[in-house]
Nanobody
C-alpha cells in the first residue's frame, strides 16, 4: 500500500507562484510514474504533469507548459509541482497519483484510470 499526502496549496494572486509537494509513504515509489491532476468544480479531473521513476522523463499539459514544472526527489520519496505565473483558471483541487503501469510502453500515462494510488488533494485558489 502507498499513502500519498499533498501539501502546499493555498490562495495566491493572479501571476503568483506555489510549490506543491506529494510525499509517498508505505513503500518507495522510486520506480513508478507519478502524475499531478486537477479538478475544478463541475469539471472532470484533468492531467497536469507526469514524471518517470528516474525523473529523466517528464511531460506537462499544454495549458501549463512553460509555467509549471514537475520534479522529484527520490531520496525523500517526494514529487513536486512548481507552479509559476498562476492564472484564475488554474483554480482547482490538485491531486498526485502513482501509476503501477509501465507507462513508457503506453506512450505515457495521461489518463486518471492509469493511476492506482491517489492522495486526498490540496486546494489551489488563484484570485484575479
Amino acid at each position: 500500500q502507498v499513502q500519498l499526502a499533498e501539501s502546499g496549496g493555498g490562495v495566491v494572486q493572479d501571476g503568483g507562484s506555489l510549490r506543491l509537494s506529494c510525499v509517498a509513504s508505505g513503500r518507495t515509489v522510486n520506480n513508478n510514474f507519478v502524475g499531478w491532476f486537477r479538478q475544478a468544480p463541475g469539471k472532470e479531473r484533468e492531467f497536469v504533469a507526469t514524471i518517470s521513476g528516474s525523473g529523466d522523463s517528464t511531460d506537462h499539459a499544454e495549458s501549463v507548459k512553460g509555467r509549471f514544472t514537475i520534479s522529484r526527489d527520490n531520496a525523500k520519496n517526494t514529487v513536486y509541482l512548481q507552479m509559476n505565473s498562476l492564472k484564475p483558471e488554474d483554480t482547482a483541487i490538485y491531486y498526485c497519483a502513482v501509476s503501477l503501469l509501465y507507462c513508457q510502453g503506453y506512450g505515457g500515462c495521461y489518463e486518471p484510470i492509469k493511476y492506482y494510488y491517489w492522495g486526498q488533494g490540496t486546494q489551489v485558489t488563484v484570485s484575479s
